[in-house]
């Protein structure tokens, strides 16, 4: 179960923290690495389409390709939680540029976890991130979604399957207010399907439009998109 954020508090003034990428000590990412990942971020041309099918988001931008120190670093986020969440959502804001979809959007939500991963973990990765996010662009967060049917993890099913097995499992918390400009947090993108499901959702309760933010960004070779995307 990860720490309470006073106890990764505590432990940090024992124990400083060393880089993920560098070693050097201070912090669990130090300001060199995450330079070089801000200046290593994907561009940020049309990567929404697949094979013909648009998607219901808007806009995606992803802060890194997944893998070296960005997939060292969504990794520990999944495993340790907060002390990652700063540092990654400090290089999604840098992605996001100065387009008001990304930094000002009415209401910041995330896309939410199968239950039993909650149970294993105590928390969502992506709401950690959301979490940082509206707090740093000072915008509501607002827990919009639901898991409405249990579906087989997305790891597990092969690219194009992947949206027919995502394919209306979420939908907006009963109540929930969304309206407006929403803006979706995910850690890991591969090939958009959850993100296209969760903004069908946001879309269908009210929603003028969704962009989508996420950490990293899957590159599969083989599976035909502009930009190489692969995704959720």
Same mark, same amino acid.
């Given at each position: 179960?990860a720490?309470?954020?006073?106890?990764?508090?505590?432990?940090?003034?024992?124990y400083?923290?060393?880089?993920l990428g560098?070693?050097?000590r201070?912090?669990?990412?130090?300001?060199?690495?995450?330079?070089?990942?801000?200046?290593?971020?994907?561009?940020?041309?049309?990567t929404?389409r697949?094979r013909?099918r648009?998607?219901?988001?808007s806009g995606l931008r992803s802060?890194?390709?997944?893998?070296?120190?960005a997939?060292?670093?969504?990794?520990?986020?999944?495993?340790s939680?907060?002390p990652?969440?700063h540092p990654?959502s400090?290089l999604?804001l840098?992605?996001?540029?100065?387009e008001p979809?990304?930094l000002?959007?009415?209401?910041?939500?995330f896309v939410?976890s199968e239950?039993?991963k909650?149970?294993?973990?105590?928390?969502?990765?992506?709401?950690?991130?959301?979490?940082?996010i509206?707090?740093?662009?000072g915008?509501p !967060? +607002?827990e919009c979604? $639901?898991k409405?049917r249990?579906t087989? =993890?997305?790891?597990?099913?092969?690219?194009e #399957?992947?949206? &027919?097995n995502?394919?209306g499992?979420?939908?907006?918390?009963?109540?929930g207010?969304?309206?407006?400009?929403?803006? !979706? +947090?995910?850690?890991? $993108?591969?090939?958009g399907?959850t993100? =296209?499901a969760?903004?069908?959702?946001?879309i #269908?309760a009210? &929603?003028?439009?969704?962009?989508?933010?996420v950490a990293?960004?899957?590159?599969?070779?083989n599976?035909g998109?502009?930009g190489?995307?692969s995704?959720?």
């Open positions: 179960m720490l309470s954020a006073r106890k990764e508090e505590l432990l940090d003034l024992i400083p923290a060393a880089c560098c070693g050097a201070g912090r669990v990412v130090c300001e060199r690495c995450l330079a070089g990942l801000a200046a290593r971020a994907p561009a940020t041309g049309d929404t697949q013909g648009v998607p219901v988001f802060a890194c390709e997944y893998g070296g120190l997939k060292d670093m969504v990794l520990r986020l999944k495993s939680g907060r990652f969440a990654l400090r999604m840098a992605a996001g540029g100065n979809s990304y000002a959007p009415d209401l910041v939500c939410p239950r039993r909650m149970a294993r973990r105590g928390y969502n990765p992506a709401e950690l991130l959301a979490r940082e509206a707090r740093c662009i915008r !967060l +607002v979604l $639901l409405s249990h087989p =993890d997305q790891d597990r099913v092969k690219g #399957e992947r949206w &027919a995502i394919a499992a979420f939908a907006a918390r009963p109540g207010a969304v309206a407006g400009r929403v803006l !979706l +947090v995910d850690d890991v $993108l591969t090939t399907a993100a =296209d969760c903004a069908g959702a946001l #269908e009210g &929603a003028c439009s969704v962009h989508v933010l990293a960004r899957a590159v599969l070779r599976v998109l502009p190489g995307i995704a959720k």
